[in-house]
């Protein structure tokens, strides 16, 4: 099995993220997303990939510095964790997990928390592989989102979604508002790019909320605070596509059903 590395703020200049390696497009998405990144390593943010070019990595750190609406006193919060292509069914996931779970361990956490689909949402874990892996639910909002916890001490206080997140609508009632951050290098450029023209060939009003603070993703009517479309009101969906005019229809009707 190949190595596994950790970045930090010197080697992220020098070595790639995973998402977006070859989408020269999304480069200033991309350098943005390192940015951010650099910012959360002085907070126990934690970057760890396979050495070699490919998607195979897990993001986490302290759930109380997490850019996600939850309240997890003593948790790791685990963010994106992807594994693909020719490194699936090779032990990789459960090898990024452990070193989490280890790492959790050391630091005398009360165990580990991320958030899912209920059903399959783009750009967050496989749910029914976590749970296969020991995590249990332990809230489920209407929007479609699950809190996913491992617990090392049944005790343990139990993490729990903020409020915010609970109707599974956003302030804004009338059409199209979007709540995206800079924890992935493709939210900025689609909705910039490719969503203002969407909305306006349909005549929808359009809102581009970006979360620039942890304070503002804690804060978020949406868990999913990479990238979040919500129409006249309701929470639609994470996908970004839905930013294209070519798959807004296809994504929205699906959604609505």
Known sequence: MEHLIELNTQKISSEHICCAISDKKCSDS???????????FNHGYVFRRLDERAKVFIEYGPAENAWIPITAPNYL????FWVSGKY????????????????????GKNGLVTVV????????????????QGFEEIERISSGFSLLA???NDSSQNPKFNESVKSGECPDKKGIVVYYSNRCPFAEFHAKESLIETAE???????????????EAQNCP???TIFSLFLDGKFMTTDISVCMDSRYDKV??????
């Open 88 to 107: 699936k069914k090779s032990g990789y996931g459960k090898a990024l997990l452990n070193s989490v779970i280890e790492d959790a361990k050391k630091q």
């Open 201 to 215: 060939r349909r005549n929808i009003p359009l809102k581009m909320i970006k979360l620039r603070t942890m304070e």
């Open 252 to 257: 929205i009707e699906k959604m609505k059903k």
């Open 222 to 224: 949406s868990p999913a």
């Open 117 to 132: 689909g209920t059903s399959k949402f783009h750009f967050m874990s496989d749910t029914k592989w976590l749970l296969k």
């Open 30 to 40: 991309y350098q943005a997303k390192k940015d951010w990144l650099k910012e959360e």
């Open 150 to 152: 491992m617990k090392f």
């Open 77 to 80: 919060n685990i963010n994106c």
